[in-house]
């Protein structure tokens, strides 16, 4: 029932996204990107602008299908995840907490609780990546997808008042930046309880330059789909190492 109902209501709203595997191949690619989550999307968006891209994902499409698109699939997903097509699998993590892993174009971002924060800053040095252009990435994703609210659910209330009372201070009130203590900070639903995820940074693609496939599993030893998602991942990396020198102040 969960398959048919994905189906259903799965919409493509984007002219490059398709299911059909020969249409996916009648083109050559520059780059072919496997997974269409949350880093998937914005890679893929970006290199558009100046390669062809195929963006590969084993899930459908989030859009249509009120359980991806609107917060009270939230809910539905966390309760019973293995009922869902488009989850993946569910987890607890390190700190104790119940997750879901994605199987849905915008990979996780279509179904986890939408809290968005930024990076520390110490990370980022740690990590030696170029602030400035972090920073314009930052603007890029959040012009779609990071929303103030304009009022807590109850449960974000909750949990608030939880982290104070255990003396996790100071409160900073709403803040994008990476804090200690307790904060607001954006969502990926917006205050219409609509969810944005990573699927919706494909705006920025060059709609000639990028198809978009979904649906890449078929039936046992016939799996075209896979040869090509694994080809084609070698094949990236190879590309990518040559030309990094290109696209290294592109933000995605």
Known sequence: MGDVLCLVFAE??????????????????????????????????????????LLVERGDSPYGNPD???????????????????????FVSEEGVQLVRGRVLGGSTAINAGFYSRASSEFIREMEWDEK?????????????????????????????????????PYNGFS???LEGTKISASTIDNDGRRHTAADLLQYANPDNIVVLLNTTDSPGTNPQ???????????????????????????
């Open 12 to 53: 493509y709203p984007y002219p490059f996204m398709t299911v059909d595997v020969e249409k996916a191949a009648a083109r050559a690619y520059d780059y072919i990107v496997v997974g269409g989550g949350t880093a998937g999307c914005p890679l893929a968006a970006t290199l558009s602008q100046h390669y062809s891209v």
């Open 68 to 90: 991806t698109a609107d917060i009270k699939g939230l809910f539905k997903v966390l309760g019973d995840p293995s009922e869902f097509p488009y989850v993946m699998q569910g």
């Open 133 to 169: 252009l972090v920073n314009e990435s930052y603007e890029w994703v959040e012009k779609l997808n990071a929303f103030e609210p304009d009022k807590l659910f109850r449960w974000n209330s909750a949990f608030k008042d939880a982290l104070l009372e255990a003396g996790v201070l």
């Open 176 to 178: 994008l930046d990476h």
């Open 226 to 252: 896979a040869t090509s998602m694994m080809l084609g991942r070698y094949t990236g990396v190879r590309i990518l190492q040559e030309r990094m020198n290109i696209c290294e102040h592109r933000p995605f």
